[in-house]
T-cell receptor, first 112, second 111 residues
Framework: AQRVTQPEKLLSVFKGAPVELKCNYSYSGSPELFWYVQYSRQRLQLLLRHISRESIKGFTADLNKGETSFHLKKPFAQEEDSAMYYCALRADGGGSNYKLTFGKGTLLTVNP | KAGVTQTPRYLIKTRGQQVTLSCSPISGHRSVSWYQQTPGQGLQFLFE???????NKGNFPGRFSGRQFSNSRSEMNVSTLELGDSALYLC??????????FGPGTRLTVL
């Protein structure tokens, strides 16, 4: 069964500091990984997906199959980055039934 | 372009009742997915519909069902409500699977 682990429930950094939100996954096949973000009082939105290798709002994430990780990074955090971040894995749960499994989320606070 | 809309936004039901939630996707999007969000379990995938067919399904009991209409609007039904079904139910629409747009959610409270 697939699983996504975000080890930090809370993460607090200062503005301008680097930030890394950790995500580890468990899946034996070829994963599709995503990061979602939910700003206060806003809708959940897709931040980035590993397959596109895009940088969104200064965030990047690299899939490391050896370490089964997909950590989200930003070199210089901004106060507007404060939000809840969810890592998610889309994988075949059997019989071509693709399920999206979310981590529990990390609440990032960027202090001035 | 109008975003994803969900109705109703808030709902209060009692145990044993059933409930139907509605999701209107972005125009042109044929895929609609449903999620349950609770403080304890976090975000969990319920099911995905594409062109009126259920394409993928999460690990929820048969009390949770859904359907999609020819205009891509989707409904989710929960029968025989339990206290543990209290949650925020989110739907998301997409044109291609890897780009989803979420609705504001329906907050269901079961008493």
């Amino acid at each position: 069964a697939q699983r996504v682990t975000q080890p930090e429930k809370l993460l607090s950094v200062f503005k301008g500091a680097p930030v890394e939100l950790k995500c580890n996954y468990s899946y034996s096949g070829s994963p599709e990984l995503f990061w979602y973000v939910q700003y206060s009082r806003q809708r959940l939105q897709l931040l980035l997906r590993h397959i596109s290798r895009e940088s969104i709002k200064g965030f990047t994430a690299d899939l490391n199959k050896g370490e089964t990780s997909f950590h989200l990074k930003k070199p210089f955090a901004q106060e507007e980055d404060s939000a809840m971040y969810y890592c998610a894995l889309r994988a075949d749960g059997g019989g071509s039934n693709y399920k999206l499994t979310f981590g529990k989320g990390t609440l990032l606070t960027v202090n001035p | 372009k109008a975003g994803v809309t969900q109705t109703p936004r808030y709902l209060i039901k009692t145990r044993g009742q059933q409930v139907t939630l509605s999701c209107s996707p972005i125009s042109g999007h044929r895929s609609v997915s449903w999620y349950q969000q609770t403080p304890g379990q976090g975000l969990q995938f319920l099911f995905e519909y594409f062109s009126e067919t259920q394409r993928n399904k999460g690990n929820f009991p048969g009390r949770f069902s859904g359907r999609q209409f020819s205009n891509s609007r989707s409904e989710m039904n929960v029968s025989t409500l339990e206290l543990g079904d209290s949650a925020l139910y989110l739907c998301a629409s997409s044109f291609t699977w890897d780009t989803q747009y979420f609705g504001p959610g329906t907050r269901l409270t079961v008493l």
